[in-house]
């Protein structure tokens, strides 16, 4: 652990040398949770790195615990005012250039910031984030096994009957007692033609013997998300016209998964995806992009869409989830979360 939070500042601190500035500020509460390995709130640290050191201010309740271990490669200090004390911190410091990430900050930090001459500087713990480490991806995998294993127990468990509500918090309550500490997003439970709305709200429709089910779900475990999408029926006669669009997402997202490759663009993989779909004349029924890179948080950079330039890495953790939606039919979604490496995806949720 030790070692995690050590190299990641170092990380920083390269960059913040290679942009000749003096310091670094950052206030997104997750990017100072990954430099440190810690679990902080919401609004309740801030960190300064500077060349050599790394000062970390935050709520009292916080600090003896992350000075258990910590202290080594960044110091706590105790604080109800985070930005006075950065600001004291930085005069006491008598440095100058201090970068800030403006692409994060809020606008108030932000308008502090530029009054007190700190310049804007490039998201380096976005980027950082973005290559999983072994660490990440072991947690991530863990995530995605418990959402995989319960999908695969809950699946036996739903019956005709049951609500959409009921199904999400069978899911909920089975991630929990496999270990995950909550929900990565709401979970989307959908029956029939309500899969086919792009922003069903899980509620309380009872689901009927032959009819399609949607369930997009997933879960935290050590501060890493999961995302897993699943749609079948549920009875024994699927239409031809069901088994006809399942069989097709299930090609396109298939084909993804076997062809996206490092150093594709964002663009380039989606199109792995859309180009079957579109091909079997549902182009205009797939209304979303292929999918999202996820970390700490559920929707992150690079994505896999029609406008992402980014060329995809090695150590990408992303999802693949065509659909396609029927207006007042249903809909199917097949979703994976993958991690990139050199000889192609692998499938996380498994
Ligand atoms: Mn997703």
Redesign the pocket.
Known sequence: MENIVSDRIKKIQKQVRKEKLNGYVITDYIDINYLTNFHFGKGETMLLVTKTNAFCYARKLYVSEFAKSREKYCEIFESVDFKKDVLSKIAELKIKKVGFDFQKVSYLDGKLFIKNKFKEAPSFVTELRKIKTKECIKRIRHACKIAHETYELVRKKIKTGMTELEVASILENTMRSKGATKVSFESVVAFGAGAAEPHHITGTRKLKNNENILI?FGCIYKDYCS?I?RTWWHGKKPSAEFKKVHALVQKSHDECVKKVRIGMTGIEGDKLCRHIIEKAGYGKYFIHPT??SLGMKIHEGPYISQIEKEKLKENNVF?I?PGIYLPDKFGVRI?DTVVLTKSGAKILTK
Do not use: P, V
Request: charged letters at 50%; a negative charge; glycine letters at 12%.
């Open positions: 997009d995302d999408t999918g999202h999802t989830e979703e």
